[in-house]
């Protein structure tokens, strides 16, 4: 297994707000911070990915000089950057790169960005193929409210309770107390999330992610450039992506894309869930995190609420979840995926102290980008010490 | 009974004109293939099932259930800033799509899933009037 390509350095900015830096500051910031973990120079980098706007590529390449001969600008959200890691592999083994930088930077929190209660933007669609959200922006339909309508359904349909959502977010407050960099570290009760003000009922405040400055980057390198580097590197197994949306209004809202990216990635990996010694699942929402631990298989549709009950998704539980803190407690600057590969891989490096996972050989990353009950993107990745 | 809320206008296209204009005209249309006989919403050009182009305009009962919903209590959208707290929801039609709407002429507490519901419309110009539900 050591024929696969790796990830070799990887940065996370420690800054939560920061009022004076620009996006691409973070991103140079960032691609510096994971080059010298790795222990690479700017010219070892031959590949470039990024989820940004359009030409993004072009001007990150410029900011830091860089001559590419691979890029990727696949933007499907907050999932993008899972998708990058995966296609850097895929391209490294094909040869077309030896080190691909994935970077991602954002002042969402300093530029007061309303990530989760504006509406879909359809006026400032450059592509002209988001047509359909002019059948969303009459109803004042927000981002947390097309979430919140799947808790809804998933309460109706399988008695989940509030409660049992707000145990997800009670678990990541936990893990992140245990780490220095984490937005907010102070403990909370299920009583303080269902107390808490409401923001798109059934979800409420602490049911939501933060909102931070921030950035982070990773880099994927090929076994001969991963065997000269700092850091042990960490192995790519492997994963799948998957797209699900309206389907012609005919869909079901609880089907969520984990339930296609879940399974073919353990079939493509031949990993069994047992085999999962932590996960890294998008946590925009208390709900998100629940339907995509149905979607990926560890329980079944209609079981995630008793299943994320007891602690299983506490660091020293059966199912380790989000040992950072999450996006509900850690850092979510608008696109977290990236981060979810970041902290899987300083587990498997054993480099996390006191939130460290004991014995992690085996992480699984799930990101979720855009509109969970609608149009919205899932990606799976597995990733080995 | 309408809202009279000054809804945010929808960017209207070829593809949705002739659905927005039905709307206007208080008729609630869904989009019929003649292909392959399945009905989709919102409506396209090319059939999303078979991707045939033969789609006619067939006009709804505007009768159907809610799916689900949300009760929107902060939203950053300048013309609902007032309306706090207002429901969302997907309705599914009787004919078979669902769609995202607002549920009027009803407390928010008292929206309920698998409630039926019946289209209305709020009129925001003459040429435009946006489908809305309240209990049937």
Redesign the interface.
Known sequence: MSNLPAIVGVYEHPLRKAPDYTPLRFIGECAAGALKDAGLEPGDIDGLATAGETMAVNYIAEYLNLRPRWFDSTAIGGSSFISHILHAADAIKQGHARAVLIVYGSTARSSAA?LG???RD??NDPSGVA????????????L???Y???A??HM?QYGTTHEQLAEIAVTCRTHAALNPLARFRDPITVEDVIAS???????HMLDCCVITDGGGAVIVASPEVARNCAKKPVRVLGGSEATTH??????D?LDVAARQSGPAAFAQTGLKHSEIDLCMIYDSFTITALTTLEGLGFCKPGEGGPFVEGGRLGINGELPMNPDGGALSNHHPGRRGIFLAIEATRQLRAECGPRQVKDAKTALCHGTGGYL??RHSGVTMMLGA | MTTNWK???????P??KAYWKAAADGVMTLAKCDNCG?????P?AVC??CWSSEIKAIPSSGAGSV???????????A??RD?V??V???VKLDE???????IVNCEVDAVQ?DMRVQVQF?K?SDDVA?P?FAPA
């Not at chain 1, 047509?131 to 927000?142: C, H, M």
């Not at chain 1, 003000?197 to 979800?203: D, F, N, S």
């Not at chain 1, 309206?246 to 869909?251: A, D, T």
Request: net charge positive; no cysteine; charged share 15%.
């Open positions: 309303a209660s504006s509406s359809e006026v047509d359909a959200d002019a059948f969303y922006t009459p109803y004042g339909v927000n947390v409210s097309q919140a309508m799947v809804r359904r109706h003000r409401p923001i798109a009922a059934p979800l309206r389907e012609g209004g005919q869909h809202l009950s609608d | 809804r945010p206008t929808p960017r209207i296209t593809e949705s399945k009905i989709h919403h919102h396209q999303p099932f799916v689900s919903f949300s009760v929107v209590h902060q939203t950053a959208v013309q609902f309306k707290p207002y969302v929801a997907y078979g799509p669902q769609l995202v709407t607002s899933i709020d925001i946006i809305v």
